[in-house]
């Protein structure tokens, strides 16, 4: 394992220690509640962590997946609880589970793979080339950071602290 790739499982651990953290601190009770001024809700965002890692991780790169049924149709891109009623929701249990065993699984797939090239490389819907394993990771790094900042302030709002 080289240098860089070793930070950056090391970012990866780092960031999902603090996403499961946050996720610890939410109830069943504020899960799905969603501020005012806001589309989506605590829940919605830790399976849109996992999603979006999902694909990046593992869907992008040809190796499998592990999307548990509906899960796209609620927490994919452009998704919002406010606009549908799925006929199962995941509970936290099962989300805190799935985040938690999806960074080894990409450790292990990934390791000294991190340099390969990716033919075509991807553009992300914001316009950035990732064309090895080492950029999917450090691009889904800073998507899961900008969600974990969202779950931080719905857990202020929602908690009155």
Avoid at 42 to 55: C, D, Q, S, T
Avoid at 59 to 84: A, C, K
């Amino acid at each position: 394992m080289n240098r860089m790739e070793h930070y950056l499982f090391g970012q990866m651990a780092f960031v999902r220690s603090q996403t499961l953290r946050a996720a610890g601190a939410v109830t069943e009770e504020i899960a799905d509640q969603i501020p005012e001024g806001f589309r989506n809700s605590i829940r919605w965002n830790l399976g849109h962590i996992y999603v979006i890692a999902e694909r990046f991780y593992f869907q992008y790169l040809g190796l499998p997946m592990r999307m548990p049924e509906g899960f796209r149709d609620q927490f994919d891109n452009g998704t919002s609880p406010l606009n549908q009623s799925p006929a199962s929701v995941p509970s936290l249990a099962e989300l805190t589970e799935l985040l938690g065993n999806q960074e080894e699984r990409l450790r292990q797939l990934l390791s000294n793979r991190m340099q390969e090239q990716l033919v075509p490389p991807f553009t992300t819907s914001l316009g950035l080339t990732l064309g090895t394993p080492e950029q999917f990771v450090s691009f889904t790094l800073f998507h899961e950071g900008m969600h974990l900042a969202t779950i931080k302030t719905y857990l202020t709002l929602l908690s009155g602290q």
